[in-house]
């Protein structure tokens, strides 16, 4: 079986805004860590261990707002390496001030989603931050780290093209990257279907290249790339996928949650695997263990797989 190699440090769930469509990197809340109990050796002696042992040398810094935590450029630093790729997930808000956090990257996607003030207020329910995005996006320009827009697609702005067309110009004046993320689950209010995502696409004069995993692309000459992205549940029941069970295990990260457990599944709310003692006594036989049987658990007894 050919695994992603790739772990999401979920560092913390607090989050600075309160999106409409947020699913929490697939949390569930009654299992939040509140101590703050981790500390930046113990991501160190993580991605090292994995690194070591199991090949696995991409990592990324997701949250909630991965910028909130005081410590978050001390784990970078310390993950970071010549051999393995360490990307960071966040709104943007904070990145102004801990700028520096981008010598220790290789990417950085900032969720922004749009440029008219109402509408990034309705969709984060917080006033007067986009401003504070679109600063902290000019602050690392100069940096040598890959930046990305990440869109998602909620059906209240993005019903009609103006919102995207936005988008699209300011990337293209900033020579970035757009990832269009189709919301989910399917049955949220805010949802639009890959279908009419690409429709929109398409209308723009671009046209479909390669589709790889849980990214399809986009290219129109002289403006920037586009990618259509999914989490795996999106694909379950796609006719594309002959395998549902093989493709989750074949696409999933490894999500470690805020207090070190390991949530194999977005739609069962099942036990956790916890990796805090392992991680505290820098135990790697034990880590690589609860690793092997996470993986084990990912895709198998699926509630979304029709039989």
């Given at each position: ?85 360490i990307n960071l997930i966040t709104n943007g808000v904070l990145l102004k001030n801990k700028q520096n956090i981008a010598?220790?990257l290789d990417g950085i996607h900032v969720s922004i989603g749009t440029l008219d003030k109402d509408k990034h207020e309705f969709r984060t329910g ?182």
């Amino acid at each position: 079986m050919n695994y992603k190699n790739e772990v999401r440090f979920v560092v913390t769930n607090k989050c600075n805004f309160d999106c409409i469509f947020c699913h929490n990197e697939g949390m569930h809340k009654e299992n939040i860590n509140k101590k703050n109990i981790i500390n930046p050796n113990d991501f160190k002696f993580i991605a090292e261990t994995l690194e070591k042992c199991l090949e696995i040398k991409k990592f990324v810094l997701t949250g909630g707002e991965p910028l909130l935590r005081n410590d978050i450029v001390d784990i970078a630093k310390l993950i970071k390496n010549k051999n393995n790729e360490i990307n960071l997930i966040t709104n943007g808000v904070l990145l102004k001030n801990k700028q520096n956090i981008a010598n220790y990257l290789d990417g950085i996607h900032v969720s922004i989603g749009t440029l008219d003030k109402d509408k990034h207020e309705f969709r984060t329910g917080v006033k007067n931050q986009l401003k504070n995005t679109l600063e902290g996006i000019d602050s690392i320009l100069n940096f040598d780290v890959d930046i990305k827009l990440n869109v998602a697609m909620v059906k209240s702005e993005n019903y009609n093209l103006d919102n995207l067309i936005s988008i699209i110009e300011y990337a293209k004046k900033i020579n970035k990257e757009i990832y269009l993320i189709e919301i989910y689950p399917r049955n949220s209010d805010h949802h639009i279907s890959f279908d009419y995502i690409e429709k929109m696409i398409y209308s723009l004069g671009y046209k479909r290249g390669l589709e790889k995993g849980l990214k399809v692309s986009f290219s129109k000459e002289g403006y920037p790339n586009l990618y259509i992205t999914f989490i795996p549940c999106a694909f379950v029941n796609s006719p594309l996928v002959d395998d549902a069970s093989a493709f989750c295990k074949q696409n999933q990260s490894i999500y470690i949650m805020p207090d070190f457990t390991i949530q194999t599944c977005f739609e069962k709310n099942e036990e956790h695997i916890s990796i805090m003692e392992d991680v505290k006594n820098r135990y790697e036989g034990g880590l690589i263990k609860k690793i092997k049987l996470a993986r084990a658990k990912i895709g198998k007894n699926c509630p979304l797989i029709k039989n």
